[in-house]
């Protein structure tokens, strides 16, 4: 690969040091509220606490009041200001956007109304004074509901938000699979993920000047959110700089700006001074965007000999109320089955509304393909009794069978997934493995294998208007030095490191000498940065073209200056070298001094300057393959996993840094690890997020995660390069290898299913026998060791209409021991109100009733500033129900009438 | 709300001036202070993020008010590294072993596991594992981190 | 999640303090470690008018002997609490149970009396004071008075301290050397709340057991002290109890509830697992203090 007569050293394929950790590790990097500019003031939301509402009035008075406040705008304000909410491909929506909510607010967190103050402390004090008034609606919260309820938006007839393939069931496809030997039927529920990235959101927006605009933005792409925001507005892009120069994760969330961040940029081109917001932890977990959701249903059909028939998949995802572009995620379907040998895939795939937060993307946003796929596999394999890895090989598309094409008609040439299942069963003895498992299992030890295997498409580029090449712009300094300016962006991924291992090689200079600037829109060229694992195979390949440009015009000028042949110069750790002519050796800044500064020694027609640029479009498609394995164990009095080895086998073709390559697939298992057995972003029944704090959304600790095993293959892709995107692989394949391993675990139990995720309680329930997440009443103390009394018999439920008017007397068990209460109410149609009276005081309320069920809410001052969601249920002169006491969770409500 | 006047030495550095009661230490040492490498990452005590040496021992500095620290040592991360600018032992360490990603974590770790190395102690690894277990990172998989905490317990990083 | 305002004072005496908290009638709050109150008023759950700070009070800090017994003072940091020589002589399982309180930094700065006084019912300190029998002092400008800790637990965060309160001392009965401690938590992450903890010590003279002192975290609105359990296991025999009958009746002492995290019903059935092996792992080893 190395051009010819290029540089010595090597650096491509070195573990090297990486070039942003110096300052990184040093509290130097240059994150989003590390800027501070002259004058600028501070903002915080006032947001919905409700998922679903008519917005009755906007009472910001007592807030303007406030000393320190300067400004708070609300919709009516911003909409001075046209903005067009744009999808990640920068095409507009199909229901109605606006920044800040517009007459109605569609989830938790929907932000109402934007708080200009001197800093976030007097911020959040004024938007805890925005006075909002809501006629509080009934929410779709989940896809169920969706599927039945009212549209959650008033300008579509139904909840799809997009919908592709066929609802109508295929008569022949049916036949097929009904028919086969062996029809697995399988269905996985993948919860809510919240991206996570340590840096929330988070942007500073100063107008300088009538249609100038600099933003500092935590982002995946300078460029793209300078795109976006010039669409959106409708400015010109040149007026438009936006920079990032460190950016502290973000996996999908920080594609485009969303509501918070183009409310921020009208709020500064209105106020006219620059405003910073920062997202707290608990907006993050409400308010930003989130991503999976999924329900799918995966029906395969295998013939006796293990070998796939058909399949059809149908796929549904909750796309919120406003989702970074609605989506049905064609890519799970498109990805299913195209690393195996299939005949026939048919499938049927919907995204939804709901009145949750908007869904964005998730590192690998298609992974339900591979989850659902390699779980279907090894319930085959348990059903059929043939090996899991033996199944797999019977099916994979192997380099013999290739070139071939997926049922999609996707060109396969080179993916590999067969051979780094090969290359992983040389490292893992499953054989050992089976022994010791058996062992274990006579001391009552569950121990489990999961093997997985997959295909990904990365550094996919000219096949949507947004997925573009990528540029590298090259310059050998007058210094000497080599800067390049490159339109890639690091949010973690190093490529300041990886770029410049290109150009040290290519140009032949140290790497110490080569610096690469990236983060500013204002610098290089448009390109979507981190986006479907495809900077380092896109900006490689630029780079290496680049570099091989400048290469070229330093021969030229060094064979123009020493009268030699340009095939006989070449470049090693920044001299130039004349073959056979030793002391003709020169500096590359000697050469560049000359190219800058002395134009009459150059060749006729050459440029001055030793500058290159190159923007490389790759082929449409890159495929990464891999095959990982984890061993765990499973412990049956808790239903706890712990994981006791992970193999990763991947082949992403030329490897520039296998520790920035590593890290990359070690991030990515991680969060895959989290997604199977700790994280958790759900919704109570009228749309309240239940995990806000990092206390109930369990982010995996180190204490979660083994030490990651890698093997590469490494066979070079079509790209210049030969480079294969890797930076989604982990989160891809993680999830079902994992699963794998719980399910061999546990299959002397039965089949544990793909319910994410796979929590202590679900695994119990399974070793149990029964669903230890249902609601029982304790058992009765038995007597044993001295005699305990009997409770009494539970007594007995009468079922009478549910007359609900009139008195109760309830008792609350918790939060201060059982506290005694009168209850009133009075219903009219729907509506409840009424109040309730307790030695503290009364408070009256307002709710709704459905049957015999009553929903409302109290908001209490003391002891603590809470809201009590009330939840009773009337079954003739008896009441239960629950009251959601925030951060402190249910309490349970008794009571009967008066 | 009441202001406080406060003196207070941040990296060898003495500082006094006034605060607001209710400002955090997190808050002040960024803002104030203008030691922007203490990351706020979740301001509830869970991620580490914005962890610093108050008086030799790690501490959250969002569940500290910056009144707290009056008359305290306080090191955040910039006051790691030598003047001349050689790494700590832990930062070189993390740097050898990629034990970094997005960096935004890095200035948390850094300060645990430098109150853990200070001095004569040479934590086991054990435990020295135990407390990063006090630090989120969502990029690496702590794969680095472990790697660069085993050298730190081991000594091999002094 | 910024705090809404408050006063911040720092008294040096509990004098001081008392008269503090007597004069803000209820508004104010006492910050001793913060590592559970700062998230709460960062979260603008808890909205106090004035923040006592009792750090600077060396009265409140310290672990001393006392008649029978060992007095920890409340502002003691569990960080210092792990490393007493007092305390892992005397209270072995304190300093277990310590060790699972939150993190390292976390514990840099909690102390130890804070956790006892928040009365998170998932806490290890709670669980431990009710388990051992401890006694904690209240001083108020009306007076002292002095709780068991069984009964200082009303519900989640809820305790009998009244609103110009402040703990003062936790005082730990002596448990003869050689007793048997108990301590297994259950919890997704360290450093997570338990989903279920257990906590105890248990006396053997001879075969016979004659002391008990037994507790649940994570397992009801409050540390729920294992009585029915407790009872029937003195004078029980070492050798031969009724394991799976005691689980049972220590079982039905409890009130857990469902969460985000975990189910009651799990929680019954892990507690009632972790119970029996635990207790016979206990005194099959005889893991001795």
Known sequence: MNAPGVGAARYIGQRVPRKEDPRLLTGRGQFVDDIVLPGMLHVAFARSPIARGKILSIDTAAARALPGVHAIYTNADLAKIKVEMLSFFLTPGNVSITPLADGHVAYVGDPVALVIADDRYIAEDAAALVDIQYAEEDPVVTISDAMTGAPVHADTDSNIAAMMGVEEPDEELEARLQAAHCLVTHKVTHQRISQSPMETRGVIATREGAEELTLYITCQSPHMIARYVSLALGLPDTSIRVIAKDVGGSFGLKNTPWLEEMSVIVAALLFGRPLKWIEDRVENLTSANQAREQEMILRTAFDANGRLVASHGDYSVNNGAYPQGADCNIAVHMFMWAAYKLPEYAFLSRGWYSNTVGMAAYRGPWAMESLIRETTLDIAARRLGIDTIELRRRNLVTLADQPTATTFGIPLEDITPAECLDKLLETLDVAAFRVEQAEARKQGRYLGLGVAAYVEPTGSAGSISVMTGELAQLRIEPTGKVTATMSTHSQGHGTQTTMAQIIAEKLGVAYEDVTVFEGDSSRGGFSPGAAGSRQGVIAGGATIKASELLAEKVKILAGHLFNAPVENITIENGMVHIAGAEEMTRSLRAIAEIAYGEPTRLPPGFEAGLEAQYRYTPPPMTFTSAAHACIVEVDTDTGFVKIKRWISCEDCGTIINPAVVEGQIAGGLAQGIGTVLLEEMSFDARGNPTAVTYKDYLLPAISDIPDFEYLHACTPSQSVGGIRGVGEGGAIIGPPTLVNAIADALAPFGEIGCDLPLTPVKILSLIEGRDLAAVVAPPPPPVVVVEAPAPPPPPPVTQAAAVIDGSWKMVLSTPMGPQEMTGNFVTSGGQLSGELLSPEGSMGFAGTVDGNRLLFDLKVEKPMKITLKYDITIEGDKLTGKVKMGFFGNAKLTGQRI | ?158 | MKAAPFDYLAPGSIEEACALLAEAGGGASVLAGGQTLMPLLALRMSQPFILVDINNIAALRGVSRIAGGTRIGPATRQCDGLADAVLAEHLPVLVRALSHVGHYQTRNRGTIGGSIALGEPAAEMPATAVALGAVIEITSVRGVRRVEAADFYLGPYMTVLESDELVTGIEYPDWPPGHVILFREVAQRPGDFALVGLVGALVVEGARITRAGLAWFGMGPTPVKMRQAEAAILGQSADALDVNGLAALAIADTAPFDDHHASAEYRRTVGRRMFTRILREALGRQEAA
Not at chain 2, 29 to 34: D, H, K
Not at chain 2, 44 to 52: N, R
Not at chain 2, 72 to 87: F, K, R, W
Not at chain 2, 110 to 123: S, W
Request: hydrophobic share 40%; proline share 3%.
């Open chain 2, 1 to 158: 709300m009441s202001k406080h006047e406060i003196e207070v030495t941040i990296n060898g550095r003495r500082f006094a001036g006034a605060v607001e009661s209710r400002v955090t230490l997190s808050d002040f040492l960024r803002g104030e202070a203008g030691y922007t490498g203490v990351h706020v990452g979740c301001e509830h005590g869970v991620c580490g993020a914005c962890t610093v040496i108050v008086n030799g021992k790690a501490v959250r500095s969002c569940l500290m008010l910056a009144v707290q620290v009056q008359g305290a040592e306080v090191t955040t991360v910039e006051g790691l590294a030598a003047p001349d600018g050689t790494l700590h032992p832990a930062q070189q360490a993390l740097r050898d072993e990629h034990g970094l990603q997005c960096g935004f974590c890095t200035p948390g770790v850094l300060m645990t596991m430098a109150a853990m190395t200070a001095g004569e102690q040479k934590p086991d690894e054990e435990a020295l594992l135990a407390a990063l277990s006090g630090h989120i990172c969502r990029c690496t998989g702590y794969q680095g981190i472990r790697r660069a905490a085993r050298k730190l317990a081991a000594g091999e990083g002094a």
